[in-house]
T-cell receptor
Framework: GAGVSQTPSNKVTEKGKYVELRCDPI?????LYWYRQSLGQGPEFLIY????????DSGLPNDRFFAVRPEGSVSTLKIQRTERGDSAVYLC??????????????FGPGTRLTVL | SQQGEEDPQALSIQEGENATMNCSYK?????LQWYRQNSGRGLVHLIL?????REKHSGRLRVTLDTSKKSSSLLITASRAADTASYFC?????????FGAGTILRVKS
């Protein structure tokens, strides 16, 4: 079946602009995760959804970052007033159950965000 | 912030040789997972080893876990050019994965 998809694959924006990044998880997966990966580093956790609710948003760096998952499927990561330091690859993952279990997280191809 | 470190940071070997990557972590774990990433994009899950396991195999992959030393190793045997990628270990912390900085593996043909 289809894996996790993310759009756009690349996004170039100017400092101060607003951007939205979209994630389509694997159908039927209740858990959805956002990570951010800077060049030369491993992914860093941003936020985790269980169904429609954000169960853990402890990784969001500041209040310019916000994510939603209104129907428990597609999620959108929103970044306001972008800064050059926001440039990174934003990865989305989904898993069947979440809830602290050992189920595998399946990652999408990522969105490469460049803030000029 | 990320926990754990992988070493080496980069590894270059000839096709057919074995590649060993090590990972250390700081907190207690339920399980430890290894992922591969090509071209800085999506990660592919390779193998999961639980805290009560010491060794696990999957095809050409062998993972060991030493909870007393808080370390794990990934061995890729008979490497191929297609194994060229970045490899990350990840510790499950509640619902999130905490990744190390990764090892860049280059397999020369």
């Amino acid at each position: 079946g289809a894996g996790v998809s993310q759009t756009p694959s690349n996004k170039v924006t100017e400092k101060g602009k607003y951007v939205e990044l979209r994630c389509d998880p694997i159908s039927g997966h209740t858990a959805l995760y956002w990570y951010r990966q800077s060049l030369g580093q491993g992914p860093e956790f941003l936020i985790y959804f269980q169904g429609t609710g954000a169960a853990d948003d402890s990784g969001l760096p500041n209040d310019r970052f916000f994510a939603v998952r209104p129907e428990g499927s597609v999620s959108t990561l929103k970044i306001q007033r972008t800064e050059r330091g926001d440039s990174a690859v934003y990865l989305c993952a989904s898993s069947l159950i979440g809830l602290g279990g050992s189920d595998t997280q399946y990652f999408g191809p990522g969105t490469r965000l460049t803030v000029l | 912030s990320q926990q754990g470190e992988e070493d080496p940071q980069a590894l270059s070997i000839q096709e057919g040789e074995n590649a060993t990557m090590n990972c250390s972590y700081k907190t207690s774990i339920n399980n430890l997972q290894w992922y591969r990433q090509n071209s800085g994009r999506g990660l592919v899950h390779l193998i999961l080893i639980r805290s009560n396991e010491r060794e696990k195999h999957s095809g050409r992959l062998r993972v060991t876990l030493d909870t007393s030393k808080k370390s794990s190793s990934l061995l890729i045997t008979a490497s191929r050019a297609a194994d060229t990628a970045s490899y990350f270990c990840a510790n499950r912390d509640g619902n999130k994965l905490v990744f190390g900085a990764g090892t860049i593996l280059r397999v020369k043909s």
